[in-house]
T-cell receptor, first 111, second 117 residues
Framework: GQNIDQPTEMTATEGAIVQINCTYQTSGFNGLFWYQQHAGEAPTFLSYNVLDGLEEKGRFSSFLSRSKGYSYLLLKELQMKDSASYLCAPPGAGNNRKLIWGLGTSLAVNP | EAGVTQFPSHSVIEKGQTVTLRCDPI?????LYWYRRVMGKEIKFLLHFVKESKQDESGMPNNRFLAERTGGTYSTLKVQPAELEDSGVYFC???????????????FGPGTRLTVL
């Protein structure tokens, strides 16, 4: 089966660092994506991990541990515009690569 | 390069009517996906096209939903007849892809917000 678990909500202060955790169970493994979604908009790609370890990409970094079924998204130097939902999405098994979604984490960045 | 576009952005219809949603993927993207998000629920996969062929339609709710992708370019998703529970945001996404590749980033369109009254 496929199951994704993330905190529902998080709050942080502008300029701070926040870590959004994700645990997942999938029947296969084709990597793990992180997407950002602002209210009323489409999800936008943030990062992709297929190997264990940390992938750094500007203010955003993503970590993956395949053996633990665990990933996190690290956001540094938070800005007000980072207030959004963050969704970790492992692709399904096989060549389809349809994305499996949880409810995501709603992050509020306060001044 | 133009992104994924969807039409209409909003649609309000009455129960029993028919609605057709359209998605234009990024040019050259063979993979096209339809997803739906019902309020308060997670985004759910509906189906996947590779070019004009349906690769996986396991997420289609029932036979009131019909998706096509003639010529392997744009796709349409028709709901006939629409029911109240069909309300939600319908997203289309596209990606490049070739056999054996993994990790294909999916680019999403802005979505169509469907309201069935």
């Amino acid at each position: 089966g496929q199951n994704i678990d993330q905190p529902t909500e998080m709050t942080a202060t502008e300029g701070a660092i926040v870590q959004i955790n994700c645990t997942y169970q999938t029947s296969g493994f084709n990597g793990l994506f992180w997407y950002q979604q602002h209210a009323g908009e489409a999800p936008t790609f943030l990062s992709y991990n297929v190997l264990d370890g940390l992938e750094e990409k500007g203010r955003f970094s993503s970590f993956l541990s395949r053996s633990k079924g665990y990933s996190y998204l690290l956001l540094k130097e938070l800005q007000m515009k980072d207030s959004a939902s963050y969704l970790c999405a492992p692709p399904g098994a096989g060549n389809n690569r349809k994305l499996i979604w949880g409810l995501g984490t709603s992050l509020a960045v306060n001044p | 390069e133009a992104g994924v576009t969807q039409f209409p952005s909003h649609s309000v219809i009455e129960k029993g009517q028919t609605v057709t949603l359209r998605c234009d993927p990024i040019s050259g993207h063979d993979n096209l996906y339809w997803y739906r998000r019902v309020m308060g629920k997670e985004i759910k996969f509906l189906l996947h096209f590779v070019k004009e062929s349906k690769q996986d339609e396991s997420g289609m709710p029932n036979n009131r939903f019909l998706a096509e992708r003639t010529g392997g370019t744009y796709s349409t998703l028709k709901v006939q007849p629409a029911e109240l529970e069909d309300s939600g945001v319908y997203f289309c996404a596209s990606s490049q892809g070739s056999s054996g590749r993994i990790g294909n980033e999916q680019f999403f369109g802005p979505g169509t917000r469907l309201t069935v009254l």
